[in-house]
């Protein structure tokens, strides 16, 4: 079956550090890749996605990621974070097989502390 | 107003009663899911709709049972609730017609507690 793997389960970072979260899936057939984000509170939101094209994909709030596909990842950076990015942060894929697409999978997810 | 609405957003209940959770949409889109949220587990997905005639179970199906009333209405039932069915229940949506590429929309939540 296939799995997402979020390595890193809670991060705490000060304000303007760098993040870099890892995904790991573990499909090998086309993918469309996603990641969400759940501020306290709310519904998840999207980030950015990659469905084809440059691998290197630009999201709101100044969010990229990078798809690797030799590596089956797609991490999520930010240069410098602000402490409105605590949230926690979903990595998903869709995948493709003869029938279609299926639904997303989810990671688990990781918590994103931002401290002042 | 919010393109994925549910109802109720948070509800209290005992076990052994029957639950539903409704889930409406104004996004147009063809596939409907239901989702869990547990703290440390992820989203995990119980059912999902593809269309109105079209129901497919899954990752974490058993003790739940959905219904696609209309192409913009899909509910969960709880034909018998049990305390571990507590949790944070999401309803999303996404268009694979037209050029989709699968992008889930999602509803605001219904937190559910099974006492």
């Known amino acids: 079956a296939q799995s997402v793997s979020q390595h890193n389960h809670h991060v705490i970072l000060s304000e303007a550090a760098s993040l870099e979260l890892g995904c790991n899936y573990s499909y090998g057939g086309t993918v469309n890749l996603f990641w969400y984000v759940q501020y306290p509170g709310q519904h998840l939101q999207l980030l950015l996605k990659?469905?084809?094209?440059?691998?290197l994909v630009k999201g709101i709030k100044g969010f990229e990621a990078e798809f690797i596909k030799s590596k089956f990842s797609f991490n999520l950076r930010k240069p410098s974070v602000q402490w409105s990015d605590t949230a926690e942060y979903f990595c998903?894929?869709?995948?493709?097989?003869?029938?279609?697409?299926?639904?997303?999978?989810f990671g688990k997810g990781t918590h994103l502390i931002i401290q002042p | 107003d919010a393109d994925v609405t549910q109802t109720p957003r948070n509800r209290i209940t005992k076990t052994g009663k029957r639950i539903m959770l409704e889930c409406s949409q104004t996004?147009?889109?063809?596939?409907m899911y239901w989702y869990r949220q547990d703290p440390g587990l992820g989203l995990r997905l119980i059912y999902y709709s593809f269309d109105v005639k079209d129901i497919n179970k899954g990752e974490i199906s058993d003790g739940y049972s959905v219904s696609r009333q209309a192409q913009a209405k899909f509910s969960l039932s709880l034909e018998s609730a049990i305390p571990n069915q507590t949790a944070l229940y999401f309803c999303?949506?996404?268009?694979?017609?037209?050029?989709?590429?699968?992008?889930?929309?999602f509803g605001e939540g219904s937190r559910l507690t099974v006492l």
């Open positions: 998903a894929v869709l995948k493709y097989s003869g029938g279609g697409a299926d639904g997303l999978t």
């Open positions: 996004k147009g889109h063809d596939r």
């Open positions: 990659y469905f084809s094209g440059d691998p």
């Open positions: 999303a949506t996404s268009a694979m017609t037209s050029g989709g590429t699968g992008e889930l929309f």
